[in-house]
């Protein structure tokens, strides 16, 4: 009778007891454990019958009770008591299902993670993590995660649990290094991988130090190309670019704006992306068409007063002032307005001294040159006078135009 018992049944309720309601605090309980590893099946199925009286929800108990009574050779009510606890632990699953975190908060929580097999630790850790992060007790997720991963290191799911519950506790350097370690241990995991891009871009953006920020973004930008070369798609391709914009590490940015761009090219983004590039690089008249056609695409919101603070700025290095100013106008920046203003009344000025210290020159040149004509025609007294006025002109045009 004893092989009646299908192996599949008992595999399935060994896997659903990770879903168990609050293990009790009982000490029947722990005496039908003791019992159980000792093989003394009796006192283990009379245990475990207590517990299931005492705390009728515990679907654990009724799982244990199953396995203990088959071992006996009671099949029957072996296989009424692990039905019992597949319904109790449905019921458990259901809760996460339908979004009552609290309840299955309640239901996972009491469950000793090291009293589980081994093969069911993941497991509950990943389940157990949803439930404490959605209900606002990611350190608990985390640490649970944590342990778990130290044991099992080559489990992609919980390097990823790990790296959300890490980013609701606002710590995206550890997150980053989670998602990281999850897309390594599993490149297909494209979520992973971008997860792991935008974290890492999020802290170069908020680090103080420069070589920190170098440090990640570089990083990023190598998680964001393996990702966009496994999985080409517009956006990976797009986060590729950004990061390596972020790394200051131009031309590669470049390149993933241009296969972006390739595939959608009326996206005013990818425009404004591959300006800052070529600003950067010096191409600034490729630049500006960049922003032009951006603007033409019809960029909105806060992308439009990017596009035209980019294009104050590109003007700015032109040396085009009246132009930097339209821009920054466009973009509603007075600050820039204002000191483009002051630089082309500066340059007006500057270009107006330029154009008298280069008379001044002409005119020394010309009385120098006058000088020698005379001395050659003989006319040594007019050569004279005319050189003794050299040296305070020289003089005053080095105090003057340097």
């Known amino acids: 009778m004893k092989s009646t018992v299908k192996r599949t049944t008992i595999a399935v309720a060994a896997a659903l007891v990770l879903l168990a309601t609050t293990a009790p605090a009982y000490a029947e309980w722990n005496k039908g454990l003791e019992a159980y590893k000792k093989m003394d099946w009796a006192t283990a199925v009379k245990e475990f019958e207590e517990v299931t009286k005492t705390n009728p929800d515990y679907a654990g108990a009724y799982y244990m009770l199953g396995v203990s009574q088959r071992a006996l050779g009671q099949v029957s009510p072996a296989i009424a008591s692990l039905r019992k606890a597949v319904e109790k632990i449905a019921l458990g699953q259901a809760l996460l299902q339908a979004e009552r975190y609290q309840d299955a908060y309640e239901v996972l929580k009491p469950l000793n993670i090291s009293s589980l097999d081994s093969s069911h630790?993941?497991?509950?850790?990943?389940?157990?993590?949803?439930?404490?992060?959605?209900?606002?007790?990611?350190?608990?997720?985390?640490?649970?995660?944590?342990?778990?991963?130290?044991?099992?290191?080559?489990?992609?799911?919980?390097?990823?649990?790990?790296?959300?519950?890490?980013?609701?506790?606002?710590?995206?350097?550890?997150?980053?290094?989670a998602f990281k370690k999850a897309f390594e241990l599993n490149p297909k995991d494209a979520a992973s991988g971008r997860n792991a891009v935008r974290a890492g871009i999020s802290v170069a953006r908020r680090s103080s130090s420069t070589q920190q920020k170098s440090r990640y973004y570089s990083q990023s930008a190598q998680v964001a190309e393996s990702l966009a070369t496994s999985s080409p798609t517009f956006d990976h391709q797009l986060l590729a670019g950004e990061a390596w914009l972020g790394a200051k590490e131009y031309s590669r940015a470049l390149g993933w704006f241009d296969k972006a761009r390739a595939k959608q090219s009326n996206n005013a983004l990818v425009y404004f992306y591959s300006a800052q590039c070529k600003t950067s690089l010096n191409q600034l008249n490729p630049a500006i068409a960049d922003l032009q056609q951006a603007l033409k695409i019809g960029a909105s919101g806060k992308l439009r007063t990017q596009v035209y603070n980019q294009g104050g700025y590109v003007y700015d290095k032109k040396k085009d002032y009246n132009n930097a100013i339209s821009w920054y106008q466009e973009a509603g920046n007075q600050k820039m307005v204002k000191e483009m203003i002051i630089k082309r009344d500066s340059a007006a000025q500057n270009l107006q001294a330029q154009q008298e210290c280069r008379e001044f020159k002409r005119k020394i040149d010309a009385l120098n040159l006058q000088v020698q004509e005379l001395e050659k025609l003989g006319d040594m007294d007019n050569a004279k006078l005319l050189k003794e006025q050299l040296p305070s002109l020289r003089k005053q045009y080095a105090e003057t135009c340097g």
């Not at 497991?123 to 778990?148: C, D, H, M, P, W």
């Not at 519950?165 to 980053?176: N, R, T």
């Open 121 to 177: 630790r993941s497991s509950y850790a990943l389940l157990f993590a949803q439930a404490a992060t959605k209900t606002n007790r990611t350190g608990e997720a985390i640490s649970v995660l944590t342990t778990q991963a130290g044991t099992d290191s080559r489990n992609a799911r919980l390097q990823q649990a790990l790296g959300s519950a890490y980013s609701v506790a606002g710590d995206e350097q550890k997150a980053f290094e």
